[in-house]
C-alpha cells in the first residue's frame, strides 16, 4: 500500500467512526439500539470473514463461540459481586477461546464441507448442553443481570447510557477491526492466505497447516466471543438461541452478502441483512423469510462477490 | 539474471568432506492395494551431486519423490536424511528439514503476484508466526525473494499475479518456490514438463547454475535432457533400480536400451 492509499485508508476510517459515534446523539432510542447492534453482530460476521474470507474454511459453528461469549460475561456478572466489566470480557473471551480450541482441534483435520458440518455439529452439542443443563445456564429461560459500568471498581465508575453503551461496542468493534486488519495482513495472514490458495503447496514448503488452522479458528472464536459479551452487557440477558445454528446461518449470510475476504464486507453484509430485515418485516409481517430469501438468491447470483465488491467494481468502471 | 541468493546447506553434515551422503533409502517398498510401485529400492545421494532419476512411465519415479517428501508414507524401508529417520515425517517437516521439491503439474499460488509465491515461501523459515507487524515490514524476506526470482528470471514479472505468468515462467516459479525455503537438497519432478524446447533448454540451464551450491535429485522420463547435465543416472523401472552409473555408462547399459526402446 503506497503512502496515499494509508492516507485515505485512515480518513476513511476516520469518518465512519465519527459518523457511527455521532449516530446515537440523532437517532431516536429504537434505532440507536439497532445500530449498536449492528455493530455487535458486525464484529461476530467479521471473526467469521477472519476463516471464510482468509483461510478457506467455512465455519458454520460461530454461533457456539459467541454464546459462549454471551454466557461468559453472564457467569462473570451473576457470581462476582460487585460485577466487573473487565472480568466480564475476560471471562467471555477464555470461554470463547476455550469451545474454539476444542473444537479446532478436531475440525481442522477435516477440509471443505467435513470442517463446516463438524463446527455445525459441535455447535449444535454445546446448544444442546446450554439448553438442558437448566440449573447452571438457565435453560430455556435464559439467566439475566444487570450490566456492571465502566471504570475500575472501587475507584471510579460511571454508568452505562445506551448512548455511552454505543460508545463503547463501537470502540470494541473499531478496535478489532484494526486489530483483524494488522493480522490478516501480517506473515501469518499471508500464511493463511497461502492455506486458502494452495494447502498441499503451503504445506510443502513446510507450514504446519493444521496449527495454523487451529490458531485462526481459536483467533477467530476469541473474537466471536467478544461479540457475545457486548451483546451480554448490552441486553442483559443470555439465551440459549444464541447457541443455536440460526446465528452461525446467518453469520455466514452477513459475510456472503457483504463480500468475503474483506473485513468491512461483513459488517456492511450484516447491517444490509438486519435493515432489510427489519423494512420486510414490517410490510410483509410473518412472511418476511420469503422477499428475504428471494432477495439473498438474487445477490449470490448476480453479485456474488457480494456488496463490497459489487460496489467496488462498479466504482472501478 | 543475477547471482544466486545464498542458499548453501546448513543444516546438515560438513561440507568439504568428499561424497558424503546426505540422503538414502533402505529397502524403500510402497504396495498399493496390489501394485507394488516401489520395491525395495537401495538409493544414496551424494553432497553436492546432480542426481537425475529416470525411467519410463509408471516406473515408480513420482511415487520415489512422494516419499522422499513426506507425501507418502512407505509401506517398508526407511529414508534417511543426513543420519535422521525422516520415513515418518510430514512434507511441512520434512521441508523444515531442507528437503525442498517442485511438481510436475504446476503447483504454485496462482491469485497471488510472482513475488509473494517466493516471499512465502522464504518467509516459512523466519518470522512464520509473526502476527502483529505488516508482512512487508519485514525487508529481509522480501528481498529474500527478490534475489531467488533473480536467479530463476522472474524479478521483471515481481507484481503480476501467478496465475498470468506463461506455463514455462510458472514451471521456473515453481523451481523459485522450492529454492526460497533454502534447501540442502532440491528435488524437481519433472521440470520440464510441457516446456517448448527454448524453454527446455532455459530452464536446463538454469538447474545447472543453482546446481553449483545444491545437492539436486531431478526426475524425468525423457533420458536426452537429463544426459549433459546430470553427474549421475539411476533408472527406475518396475519400482526396482534396473542401472546407476554415469550418464555415458547408463547410454551403453544395454538393460536400459531395452527398457527404454520397448516404449
Known amino acids: 500500500m503506497t503512502k496515499r492509499d494509508t492516507r485515505s485508508f485512515w480518513i476513511g476510517f476516520a469518518v465512519i467512526v465519527a459518523l457511527l459515534a455521532a449516530a446515537p446523539l440523532v437517532l431516536p432510542p429504537f434505532w440507536r439500539h439497532f445500530v449498536t447492534e449492528i455493530l455487535i453482530w458486525g464484529l461476530l460476521a467479521m471473526s467469521s470473514d477472519l476463516l471464510i474470507g482468509y483461510t478457506g474454511l467455512i465455519s458454520f459453528g460461530h454461533s457456539a463461540f459467541f454464546g459462549l461469549g454471551v454466557y461468559g460475561a453472564a457467569a462473570a456478572l451473576l457470581l462476582v459481586a460487585p460485577p466487573n466489566l473487565f472480568l466480564a470480557i475476560a471471562l467471555g473471551l477464555a470461554a470463547a477461546a476455550l469451545v474454539a480450541g476444542f473444537v479446532a482441534f478436531f475440525s481442522t483435520r477435516l477440509r471443505d464441507i467435513y470442517f463446516a458440518i463438524t463446527t455445525l455439529i459441535f455447535s449444535q452439542i454445546f446448544y444442546v448442553i446450554i439448553f438442558t443443563w437448566t440449573s447452571v ?107 443455536f445454528f440460526l446465528v452461525s446461518g446467518e453469520t455466514v449470510i452477513y459475510n456472503v452478502m457483504g463480500g468475503i475476504g474483506t473485513l468491512v464486507g461483513p459488517i456492511v453484509g450484516a447491517a444490509f441483512f438486519l435493515l432489510l430485515r427489519e423494512a420486510l418485516s414490517r410490510f410483509f409481517t410473518e412472511y418476511y423469510l420469503i422477499p428475504l430469501g428471494v432477495i439473498f438468491i438474487a445477490m449470490v447470483i448476480f453479485m456474488p462477490q457480494g456488496l463490497l465488491g459489487f460496489a467496488r467494481r462498479w466504482l472501478n468502471r | 539474471m543475477g547471482p544466486l541468493p545464498d542458499v548453501r546447506p546448513s543444516a546438515v553434515g560438513g561440507r568439504g568432506a568428499a561424497a558424503t551422503s546426505v540422503l538414502r533409502t533402505e529397502d524403500l517398498t510402497v504396495r498399493f492395494d496390489g501394485l507394488t510401485a516401489l520395491n525395495g529400492v537401495n538409493f544414496e545421494l551424494q553432497r553436492g551431486e546432480l542426481r537425475a532419476v529416470i525411467g519410463p512411465n509408471g516406473a515408480g519415479k513420482s511415487t520415489f519423490f512422494n516419499c522422499l517428501t513426506g507425501v507418502l508414507r512407505p509401506t517398508a524401508g526407511r529414508i534417511l536424511f543426513g543420519g535422521d529417520d525422516i520415513t515418518d515425517l510430514g512434507p511441512d517437516r520434512i521441508s523444515q528439514k531442507g528437503i525442498a521439491r517442485s511438481y510436475q503439474i504446476t503447483n504454485i499460488l496462482p ?53 498470468n505468468l506463461s506455463h514455462g515462467e510458472q514451471r521456473n516459479l515453481e523451481i523459485g518456490i ?86
Not at chain 2, 524437481?188 to 516446456?195: F, Q, R, S, V
Open chain 1, 137 to 243: 445456564t438457565g435453560g430455556e429461560n435464559g439467566l439475566t443481570f444487570t450490566r456492571p459500568g465502566l471504570g475500575v471498581p472501587g475507584l471510579y465508575v460511571v454508568r452505562f447510557t445506551p448512548t455511552t453503551m454505543h460508545w463503547f461496542v463501537l470502540a470494541v468493534v473499531a478496535l478489532s477491526y484494526l486489530v483483524l486488519r494488522r493480522i490478516t495482513r501480517s506473515p501469518f495472514g499471508m500464511v493463511l492466505q497461502a492455506i486458502r490458495e494452495n494447502e498441499g503447496r503451503t504445506r510443502a514448503i513446510g507450514y504446519h497447516v493444521e496449527h495454523y488452522k487451529i490458531v485462526a479458528v481459536m483467533l477467530s472464536g476469541v473474537f466471536a466471543g467478544l461479540a457475545g459479551v457486548l451483546y451480554a452487557l448490552q441486553n442483559e440477558f443470555a439465551a440459549a438461541d444464541f447457541v
Open chain 2, 111 to 163: 491469485n497471488v503476484t510472482t513475488l509473494e509465491n517466493v516471499r512465502i515461501a522464504a518467509q516459512s523459515r523466519r518470522h512464520r508466526w509473526s502476527m502483529l507487524r505488516h508482512y512487508r515490514a519485514y525487508h529481509d524476506l522480501i528481498a529474500e525473494a527478490e534475489a531467488v526470482l533473480d536467479a530463476v528470471g522472474l524479478l521483471m514479472k515481481a507484481n503480476e499475479l501467478a496465475a
Open chain 2, 178 to 263: 522450492a529454492l526460497a525455503t533454502k534447501p540442502t537438497v532440491l528435488c524437481l519432478d519433472e521440470p520440464t514438463a510441457g516446456m517448448s524446447a527454448a524453454e527446455t533448454r532455459d530452464t536446463m540451464e538454469l538447474v545447472r547454475r543453482i546446481a553449483k551450491d545444491l545437492t539436486i535429485l531431478i526426475v524425468e522420463h525423457d533420458m536426452q535432457v537429463v544426459m549433459g547435465l546430470a553427474d549421475r543416472i539411476t533408472v527406475l523401472h518396475y519400482g526396482q533400480v534396473l542401472a546407476e552409473g554415469a550418464p555415458a555408462e547408463i547410454q551403453r547399459n544395454p538393460r536400459v536400451q531395452e527398457v527404454y526402446l520397448k516404449i
